[in-house]
């Protein structure tokens, strides 16, 4: 009996302790436990035409570090009561209405409700990720790759894209949702209610009050309200779609519409999907939409339409056509987001208006989207009004529209399209004032391609003006009164436009040592006398193990040359750059004193670097090996900043040697260097040499080294690239140059004659013709450096060089690597290897990118043999080459000559033309090649020639471009080839 009371006295205490658990966990946890997190899943449309095949999503709590003792305690209460700290949300597309899409274009969306921080993390079905990013980047969500897998996280409700590399045309969006708007558990009367499942409604004419969406819930067919009826809620979490292609009752007509009788309409939380037409057309005197997703990729498919006015909050629309038509005065677009692709309008301010429209008020909208470059049907405006249509006696007015703090994290077509001129002839004569608009706090990251228009018209009575720009940035440019014809034009009877730049705040720079200062493994060089050169734009901070270190003098070179002005137009304003030694592991902080990134990397992108965005607009990271490096920043694009971290310099020469011309830290002032002796030449650390210097001593060795400066910045422009005044010009039986920057030069930067090797050095260049480096004799070696010129940046030409371990940006024209510009003997034995472009402004943010314009990465534009023989440039090897920006082209192969430049002077004085080619290219390897976005231009292989004339053996071997796999299938869109080619192919391991 005892043993038997014992028994049940211990489980009667372990169904208290149960109990205790299950009904008062608080009392045992409220000292440990943050506030609860509810993550629900919804219920899963069985489907499988509405699952997606791309990608999968898993959602886990984030567990705080205070649960660490308490965390079988949590997880056994967790199963007791049916809670979940993981769930994988059903991921759904919309790819069921492909066929009425644009550009085949799929989307892919799960929702999920959370209220508190979780950790996401989006994986592929098939394959890996590589890259991937969460937009918008205001949010400033850090997105890491975990073999394969990207992982972030998310905190409360929250809308995102996450972007994937590789499948730009299949976007994915996470809605995190709030539980308020689940269905209720106790249901309420006069209330329509769809509960989860399919519900096929047809044409649905609504005479309930209020409709109830749940979530899980699929109702296909469209929402109108009974005329009867002047008010109409419809909200859940639930998803309204049209009906699928097809079925013979469907029809283009808007999901939800709301006729002109109704007074106020409240639409929340809904997801709208595929909208043929109009997802929600309303003529109700007012609309209200809270937490509204709409997603459709029809090319006639509109977001919000109508004449009501309209309060819309923080919903999100990806529509191709209006995302919102603004209707009425006093609509007020507060806190949301809308993805572009710059093929209709985010904002439509009225087509022949007939009435006044006052108080438009748009705050906080955040656009995503592709870049219009990419889209050949990208023609839209941002933000457009079409005119007036008063009566001829009564003049129509829109007035105080406001626009603030608008972000835009894509390449447009067009911000503003204000005008009348696209009216027919007889209502241009109407009158109409469009005034008294402020646009503040607006930043546009990219340079759009076309500029804003305001057109009133000349006609009587019509004018647009008062028009307020205030701190209004376009590619991190602030738009003033000196400036903004570069970004807006005005025709008729425009006028009165303000331009407001605020003043930056004043930002302490720390103090840079005077002396050389070394911290352990970390050389900081000293500054140059009163700040000559110096950056205003950027500061970067080193330090190693937490402590020493200190700021480094930031260079600032400008683009203030005299080159052709179209040219200078598309290139770059500024080059910032800092240098500084170190071996081991430190830590780099680049701020922007004026400005705040709201994205950034750190490229090479090979070199997986793991950024932090900080409060004070930095950026921090941390290297451990020598290199160069360009510091990304969204909206900065125009003024790159690039690291030169050195290795720590071993061996400096004595000052005091003879055999050495020594140049310390400061600024001289040399013209022009000859030495025809055997002296080398050596630039310290803080030297900034300004002149430029010729060595002819072919019976010597000759060597330029340190880890100071040689500008030609103090030299007038030689046109002919071949002129005489290159930065470095030598002539030596062996050159070696090392770890010298070189920077504006007149002409080609180095010329080398001689067995040559480069290690280390960084070259930039401004000017028309500036090529980077020649070296003419065979054997030279090109390694470990940086390069960022205006024309042909390395010559592969002779034979047995090698280009290794290179970093490349390319500016304006000019390939990065030519094999040949009228190639008169036979060449080749090329290697290069190892080489990472990490930036082309022109190409990737200019507005006929997407012709193509600006060489090809690797190009050989013509062979001119001789007049009894061709030429062959053979054996040639590219490998582990791997692209982070957008590039015209990447291959253009030619044995034909570009007009005029294809011909030569023959013995006897005549001229012959050899733009049909005299010659071959042959044994061409590509191997390890990675370009993270489309080319403008597929690759280029011209075998129209003479004598031979052809282009054959050309190998590709794990070459991926854009997420593709280059194959003989999907070579016939990467890969172009006329004339005589033959034996391509294409091999995987």
């Known amino acids: 009996m005892k043993k038997q009371h014992k028994i049940s006295r211990l489980s009667f205490l372990y169904s208290l302790l149960l109990l205790f658990l299950c009904t008062t966990p608080t009392l045992l ?27 999968e999503v898993t959602v886990e709590q984030v567990a705080s570090s205070q649960l660490a003792s308490m965390q079988n305690v949590r997880s056994a209460r967790e199963k007791m009561l049916g809670l979940q700290s993981e769930l994988k949300p059903t991921v759904y597309t919309d790819a069921v209405y492909a066929d009425k899409m644009s550009g085949g274009q799929q989307n892919h969306w799960a929702s999920f409700v959370s209220t508190g921080k979780v950790t996401v993390r ?24 975990e073999r394969g897998v990207a992982v972030f996280e998310l905190d409360g409700p929250n809308k995102v894209q996450v972007a994937v590399m590789g499948f730009e045309k299949n976007p994915l969006f996470l809605f995190v949702e709030n539980k308020d708007l689940m269905m209720p558990e106790r249901k309420q009367y006069n209330t329509l209610y769809f509960e989860p499942g399919f519900h096929n409604v047809g044409e649905l004419m609504v005479k309930d009050p209020v409709v109830h969406i749940a979530e899980g819930a699929f109702v296909q067919g469209s929402l109108v309200l009974d005329h009867s009826r002047n008010s109409l809620v419809i909200k859940g979490l639930g998803v309204l779609l049209p009906p699928v292609h097809g079925d013979k009752n469907a029809k283009s007509q808007p999901l939800v519409s709301l006729h002109e009788r109704a007074h106020n309409i409240d639409i929340q939380g809904i997801t709208l999907v595929g909208a043929q037409s109009d997802a929600i057309r309303s003529n109700s005197q007012n609309l209200f939409l809270e937490n509204v997703k709409i997603i459709s990729s029809a090319p006639s498919a509109q977001g919000v339409a109508g004449m009501s006015r309209k309060t819309i909050t923080e919903c999100f629309i990806k529509t191709p056509g209006t995302a919102i038509y603004t209707g009425q005065s006093r609509s007020r677009i507060i806190n949301n987001t809308i993805y572009t692709e710059n093929t209709g309008p985010v904002l439509h301010f009225g087509r022949r208006i007939v009435q006044n429209i006052e108080f438009t008020y748009v705050d906080q909208l955040r656009i995503i989207g592709t870049d219009a470059s990419a889209n050949p049907a990208a023609k839209s405006p941002l933000f457009i009004f079409e005119g007036f249509q008063s009566r001829s006696d009564v003049s129509a007015r829109h007035s105080y529209l406001y626009l603030q703090n608008i972000t835009t994290e894509n390449e447009n077509y067009q911000i503003f399209s204000f005008k009348d001129a696209t009216l027919p002839t007889d209502l241009r004569q109407r009158a109409g004032v469009f005034n008294n608009s402020t646009f503040k706090n607006c930043h546009f990251r990219k340079m759009p391609l076309t500029k804003s228009v305001f057109d009133a018209g000349t006609a009587n009575g019509k004018n647009y003006n008062d028009f307020t720009f205030d701190n209004f940035r376009v590619a991190g440019t602030p738009v003033a009164e000196s400036n903004f014809a570069t970004y807006l ?37 000293p500054p140059l006398p009163d700040n000559r050169y110096r950056s205003d734009l950027y500061e970067v901070l080193v330090s190693q193990d937490g402590v020493g270190g200190g700021s480094v003098y930031v260079y600032k070179s400008e683009n203030d040359r005299q080159c052709h002005p179209v040219l200078k137009g598309n290139m770059c304003l500024a080059n910032h750059w800092a240098s500084f030694g170190f071996s081991g592991r430190i830590r780099v902080k680049v701020r922007l004193l004026e400005g705040t990134p709201t994205m950034a990397e750190v490229r090479p992108l090979s070199k997986k670097i793991v950024s932090k965005l900080t409060e004070d607009r930095g950026i921090e990271f941390t290297i451990t090996e020598p290199g160069q490096y360009y510091v990304f920043l969204e909206g900065f694009e125009r003024q790159p900043v690039f690291l030169f971290a050195d290795p720590v310099e071993k061996n400096a020469p004595n000052p005091l040697d003879r055999n050495v011309l020594y140049f310390g830290p400061g600024i001289h002032d040399v013209g022009k260097v000859e030495l025809t002796d055997n002296r080398d030449i050596y630039i310290a650390g803080g030297a900034y040499v300004r002149g430029l210097f010729v060595v002819n001593s072919p019976k010597n060795d000759f060597q330029i080294f340190g880890r100071g400066i040689i500008s030609g910045d103090a030299i007038s422009h030689v046109r002919s690239s071949w002129g005489p005044d290159h930065l470095l010009t030598a002539t030596a039986k062996s050159i070696k140059i090392e770890g010298v920057t070189f920077t504006d030069s007149p002409a080609c ?8 090797t480069a290690n280390n050095i960084k070259v930039m260049s401004w000017e028309s013709q500036t090529d980077g480096l020649t070296a003419r004799t065979d054997g030279s070696v090109v390694a470990n450096s940086f390069f960022k010129t205006m024309d042909d940046t390395l010559h592969a030409t002779g034979n047995n060089k090698k280009f290794e371990n290179l970093v490349l940006f390319h500016e304006e024209h000019g390939s990065l690597f030519q094999l040949g510009w009228g190639v008169r003997n036979d060449a080749g034995n090329f290697l290069i290897d190892g080489i990472d472009l990490v930036g082309n402004y022109s190409a990737y943010n200019r507005s006929d990118a997407a012709s193509g314009r600006g060489a090809a990465f690797i190009a050989c534009a013509n062979i001119t043999g001789r007049e009894d023989q061709g030429a062959t440039v053979r054996k040639v090897i590219v490998r582990n080459v791997r692209v982070d920006t957008r590039i015209s082209q990447f291959v253009s192969l030619e044995v034909c000559g570009p007009g005029s430049f294809a011909r030569f002077v023959t013995g006897d004085g005549s001229i ?59 070579a016939n869109s990467l890969v172009s080839r006329t004339g005589k080619t033959e034996n391509f192919q294409y091999l995987q391991e």
């Open 29 to 55: 946890l409220s000292s440990v436990v943050p506030p609860k997190n509810d993550l629900i899943a919804f219920p899963e449309y069985p489907d499988k035409q509405f699952h997606s095949q791309i990608y």
């Open 122 to 145: 989006v994986k592929l079905k098939t394959g890996q990720i590589s890259r991937a990013a969460v937009f918008p980047l205001t949010a400033r969500i850090p997105c890491k790759i």
């Open 489 to 525: 034009t005005q025709e008729g009877n425009v006028g009165d436009f303000k331009f407001t730049v605020p003043t930056p705040p004043l930002v302490k720079i720390t103090p840079i040592p005077v002396k050389p200062m070394k911290t352990g493994s970390l050389v900081i060089d």
């Open 749 to 756: 930067s180095i010329v080398l004659n001689g067995l040559s």
């Open 912 to 970: 012959v033309n050899y733009s049909q080619g005299r010659g071959a290219i042959q044994d061409v390897l590509f191997e390890n090649i990675i370009l993270h976005k489309p080319p403008a231009k597929p690759m280029w292989f011209n075998g129209n020639g003479v004598m031979d004339g052809y282009v054959r053996d050309i190998s590709f071997k794990n070459d991926v471009i854009d997420g593709i796999q280059l194959t003989d299938e999907t």
